[in-house]
C-alpha cells in the first residue's frame, strides 16, 4: 500500500521567504510522486512530478521539489514566496502495480499563507 | 483544449433526493478518476476507470452511490438517495495513461445536502 504524509497542515511565510513544505511517502515499489496546487474554489492543478528521472525535479512558477529515497521525502520549495503562491498543496503518490496502478493517494494538504 | 468539464458547480438538494452528478473528460484520455473531498477526510478517491471499464471501486462508501461510464466521452457519479454526511465537493479527473502521467482535474461539483 501506497501512503503519504504532509508535515504541517498550515504553513505561513512572508512575501520573499523561503517555502518549505514537507512531504513523506511510504512505497513498497518505486514511486511516481506529485504535488498539486488548489486555489480556492478550484480544482487541483499539477505543480511538478518525480518519475524516477532526475531526483531534482522543477515545476510551473518556481516550485522545485527534490526526491531523496533515502528520508523517503518528497519535499516542495520556492526561493521566494508570491501572495500568489496562496494555497492549499497537495502531495500525491501514485501505485505502481496491480489494481493500484495509475491510483494516487494524496496528503491530507497543507494550506500555504504568505504575509506581505 | 476545454480540460476536465464538470456539471452541475453547484448541487443544493433535500435528503432522500437522487443527485447526478457529470464529468466529461479530455478528449483522449483514457483513465477517469471521481474524488470526493471534505475538511474531515481530505481527498479520498472514489472510483476509476480504464477504457470505459471500472477498475478500482474500493472506495465507494456504500451501494447508495454508483457510477457509470458508457463511452469515453462522458461518465456520471450517482447518489441515491443523498444524505447530508454526502456534503462535499466532488472532482472528475482524467488522465491519458495510468502511472506516469499526471491527472488533469475538474473544476468540480459543490454538492450540498440539505
Known amino acids: 500500500a501506497q501512503s503519504v504524509t504532509q508535515l504541517g497542515s498550515h504553513v505561513s511565510v512572508s512575501e520573499g521567504a523561503l517555502v518549505l513544505l514537507r512531504c513523506n511517502y511510504s512505497s513498497s515499489v518505486p514511486p511516481y510522486l506529485f504535488w498539486y496546487v488548489q486555489y480556492p474554489n478550484q480544482g487541483l492543478q499539477l505543480l511538478l512530478k518525480y518519475t524516477s528521472a532526475a531526483t531534482l525535479v522543477k515545476g510551473i512558477n518556481d516550485f522545485e521539489a527534490e526526491f531523496k529515497k533515502s528520508e523517503t521525502s518528497f519535499h516542495l520549495t520556492k526561493p521566494s514566496a508570491h501572495m500568489s503562491d496562496a494555497a492549499e498543496y497537495f502531495c500525491?503518490?501514485?501505485?505502481?502495480?496491480?489494481?493500484?496502478?495509475?491510483?494516487?493517494?494524496f496528503g491530507q494538504g497543507t494550506i500555504l499563507t504568505v504575509h506581505p | 483544449d476545454a480540460g476536465v468539464i464538470q456539471s452541475p458547480r453547484h448541487e443544493v438538494t433535500e435528503m432522500g433526493q437522487e443527485v447526478t452528478l457529470r464529468c466529461k473528460p479530455i478528449s483522449g484520455h483514457n483513465s477517469l478518476f471521481w474524488y470526493r473531498q471534505t475538511m474531515m477526510r481530505g481527498l479520498e478517491l472514489l472510483i476509476y476507470?480504464?477504457?470505459?471499464?471500472?477498475?478500482?471501486d474500493s472506495g465507494m462508501p456504500e451501494d447508495r452511490f454508483s457510477a457509470k461510464m458508457p463511452n469515453a466521452s462522458f461518465s456520471t457519479l450517482k447518489i441515491q438517495p443523498s444524505e447530508p454526511r454526502d456534503s462535499a465537493v466532488y472532482f472528475c479527473?482524467?488522465?491519458?495513461?495510468?502511472?506516469?502521467?499526471?491527472?488533469?482535474f475538474g473544476p468540480g461539483t459543490r454538492l450540498t445536502v440539505l
Open positions: 500525491a503518490v501514485s501505485g505502481a502495480g496491480g489494481t493500484s496502478y495509475g491510483k494516487l493517494t
Open positions: 476507470f480504464n477504457n470505459n471499464v471500472p477498475i478500482d
Open positions: 479527473a482524467s488522465s491519458a495513461l495510468q502511472g506516469y502521467t499526471e491527472q488533469f
